[in-house]
């Protein structure tokens, strides 16, 4: 790679880790993996919840994947914390996940209790697992148009370029989000092999995005791993994309439709080592 690119990648990645959207982080195991995390109690609930407290797991029991998806989006409207959850198709349970939450004004982070996640992988053939992007962190109309109805296109019109920009890339996995991605099917790998799957989604007011890698890109990444530039590059790839003047370059060719802009974006982001899927709520 010529050392210009490398260094608009280089900056792509200081851009998008350090913006005012750089929450949804998620962090490597709290506890140390020859330390287990102490036992939880378990909460059966009826809907799926934003669970703050680090003392004991929510599971919902006999809830199919799109009843769950659309708890999801009724928690992201009012919900400035975030949440992740294991869904487990073969047995219709939502099982939550996310330990040591905190939201402030511009992000919100969220730690991942490994231990847990690492025993659903030896138990279970197909994980899927969900987070959200809450609706607090999107940018308003600036014009009192009602940016809660989300589920229309919103005209470019009635809202700044920034504040679109923000949009579409909160509306995207985060470089956090991608590297997690990578490691747990990485993980699950060397747990089970071929035996199974692990899918990673993430729920914005604009709709469901699932990520992972490719075959090539888990190739590479499963071989670069151990490195300290183990998955930099598809990172790096993965933020470049998401620069300003990328986004706007998009904005520009959609005007009047940030669904269509957004559909564009996704393209975008998929390259020869990552894959983004998106379905419109």
């Known amino acids: 790679m010529k050392i ?17 959207f750089a929450g949804n982080t998620f962090d490597r ?5 020859s330390t287990p995390m102490p036992a939880l109690s378990v909460r059966h609930v009826d809907q799926l ?5 680090d003392f004991e797991r929510t599971v919902a029991k006999n809830k199919c994947e799109s009843q769950g998806i659309r708890e999801i989006v009724e928690l992201m409207k009012s919900e400035r914390f975030e949440e992740l959850w294991i869904f ?17 004004p511009d992000e919100a ?57 923000s949009n579409l890339r909160y509306s995207m996995p ?13 993980e699950f790998d060397q747990r089970r092999g071929d035996d199974g799957r692990i899918m990673n989604n993430v729920v914005t007011p604009y709709g469901v995005l699932s990520y992972a890698l490719t075959d090539a890109g888990e190739e590479k990444f499963f071989k670069e791993r ?28 959609h005007p009047n439709d940030i669904r269509e802009a957004l559909e564009q974006l996704v393209q975008s982001l998929n390259s020869k080592y990552l894959r983004v899927t998106y379905t419109p709520l």
């Open 88 to 104: 487990l198709p073969e047995a219709c349970s939502w099982i939550e996940i996310g330990r040591h939450v905190t939201s402030g």
């Open 29 to 33: 195991p709290v506890y140390p993996p």
């Open 226 to 253: 151990s490195l300290r530039t183990g998955g930099l590059y598809i990172k790096l790839k993965a933020a470049n994309a998401l620069l300003d003047d990328q986004i706007a370059t998009i904005i520009k060719k």
């Open 109 to 165: 982070t969220i730690r991942v209790d490994r231990t847990y996640l690492a025993t659903a992988m030896v138990s279970h053939k197909e994980l899927h697992l969900y987070h959200f992007h809450p609706l607090a962190y999107f940018e308003r109309c600036k014009d009192k148009i009602r940016c809660d109805q989300f589920s229309l296109p919103i005209a470019a019109g009635h809202i700044s370029e920034q504040g679109l920009i």
């Open 174 to 186: 985060s470089a956090e989000d991608i590297y997690f991605m990578m490691d747990v099917s990485w």
């Open 49 to 53: 919840v934003v669970n703050t407290s």
């Open 4 to 20: 210009s690119a490398l260094a608009t990648l280089l900056t792509a990645l200081l851009l998008f880790t350090s913006g005012p």
